[in-house]
């Protein structure tokens, strides 16, 4: 057979080998296409099981719709379908750790017009009324450092409070005693830093605590880091021109109690570089918010398992990409929309509730409670609106579960109409379908 083979191939012709070479490389091409679909179904599938586990729609959602759009989402963008956060190991214990290990402490006065500089890992007990101080922590990339507000007082003119360099996380926790952080004028950078709020930290921050903190910020943002902002703990007080509290990475708060009063956005996160990230999770404590635009913004998500949460008034109340919210007691005054979903990073944009209190109560005008860009779910929960059109979305809308009372009236579904609302009947839905 190895002869026989030889001899066939030394009379075969050149246009024979030019077709199998071209053989070859139609098969290579076609095995790519056939990797990509494959990898394609396996996103699909995956995002298909993630929604289902969430949204608990039950028959009621249409397994083919939930199949389309999964495809339309993985050939309009790249990036992951909403899903809910992952929360089994967000906040460390000794973020939830509400006082610090004084045993090795170190403990400093505050002297007005003397920068105190943080360079190595350890615990830091700061007491003292100064001005034109900045505490700089300036730390190894592992270093944890642990500042202990204990009866602190500083105002500066032009630069942050606390300025955070380098370090692998940073705790500010206040004991039993009273503290206060303010900014006069308009920050200086660092040189190519741009230095924008009175705790400014380029690692991830931590906020605890028994005590209470008071930050003012005339001319920026009260609380700002490059990476995560957690509050697990104590009482706030912020008053800010713009952003109360802004992270590029995420917002956390698991407890505490948080007064806000800001000239733009209360809580925003938002994140350039990775869609998953730029969300807000909130799971306990006390938000009350007064915001001049948006109350609570999260590019990428917002995700509601509890806490109560008080929004006297703003622009809109909360948006992102996905709106999920769990448990918790809400109450809003929006001139905007109340709950808003609109694509941020993702072509997959929905709100879902799946339970808690919401109380939505909307400014006159061209204004839904709750407004989706894509689809809008209600599978449980207490809702009470109090608006000329309670709901509008460009997708599905549906009403799968829960109490829904829309201008004091109980409704059954979500009716979308063209109209806009009226009396409180029907499901009082304003919007189109693709």
Do not use: W
Request: glycine share 12%.
């Amino acid at each position: 057979m190895k002869n026989n083979k030889m001899k066939s191939l030394s009379v075969m012709s050149m246009a024979l080998l030019l077709s199998l070479s071209a053989v070859g490389c139609s098969t290579a091409q076609v095995s790519s296409e056939n990797t990509a679909t494959t990898q394609t179904a396996s996103t699909q599938t995956t995002t298909t099981q993630a929604a289902n586990a969430t949204a608990q729609t039950g028959n009621t959602q249409s397994t083919t719709t939930q199949t389309a759009d999964t495809a339309s989402t993985s050939s309009s963008t790249s990036t992951a379908a909403a899903s809910a956060l992952d929360t089994t190991s967000l906040f460390s214990d000794r973020d939830l750790e509400q006082s610090a290990d004084l045993a090795a402490a170190t403990s400093i006065q505050l002297e007005s017009g003397k920068d105190v500089t943080l360079t190595t890992e350890g615990v830091y007990v700061l007491s003292g009324e100064a001005e034109n101080v900045t505490v700089v922590v300036e730390a190894a990339d592992d270093a944890k450092v642990q500042i202990v507000l204990d009866g602190v007082s500083i105002t500066n003119e032009d630069a942050p409070a606390i300025y955070v360099k380098t370090a692998d996380k940073v705790f500010v926790t206040s004991t039993d005693s009273t503290n206060h952080m303010e900014v006069t004028g308009t920050y200086v950078a660092d040189g190519d830093t741009n230095l924008d709020a009175v705790i400014f930290s380029r690692s991830d921050v931590t906020l605890n605590g028994t005590g209470s903190l008071d930050i003012v910020s005339a001319a920026g943002n009260g609380i700002s880091s490059k990476d995560d902002v957690k509050v697990t703990g104590g009482t706030y007080n912020i008053e800010s021109s713009a952003d109360a509290i802004e992270a590029n990475d995420g917002i956390l708060i698991s407890d505490g109690a948080i007064t806000i009063d800001t000239g733009k956005d209360a809580l925003h996160s938002e994140n350039e570089e990775d869609a998953t990230l730029g969300y807000i999770y909130i799971k306990g404590g006390t938000l009350n918010i007064a915001a001049v635009d948006d109350a609570i913004t999260g590019n990428s998500k917002v995700q509601i398992d509890g806490g109560t949460i008080n929004i006297s008034t703003s622009e809109e109340g909360i948006e992102s990409n996905y709106v999920l919210i769990n448990d918790g007691k809400i109450t809003m005054y929006a001139k905007n929309d109340g709950i808003n979903a609109a694509q941020k990073v993702s072509a997959d944009v929905k709100i879902e509730v799946n339970g808690g209190t919401i109380d939505v109560s909307m400014g006159s005008g061209d204004t839904d409670a709750f407004d989706s860009n894509g689809d809008l779910y209600v599978n449980g929960g207490t809702i009470n609106v109090e608006a000329t059109s309670a709901f509008d979305a460009d997708g599905t809308a549906q009403l799968n579960g829960g109490t829904v009372t829309v201008n004091g009236e109980q409704i059954t579904e979500i009716t979308m109409s063209h109209g806009g609302g009226g009396g409180g009947g029907g499901g009082m839905g304003r919007g189109k379908r693709p």
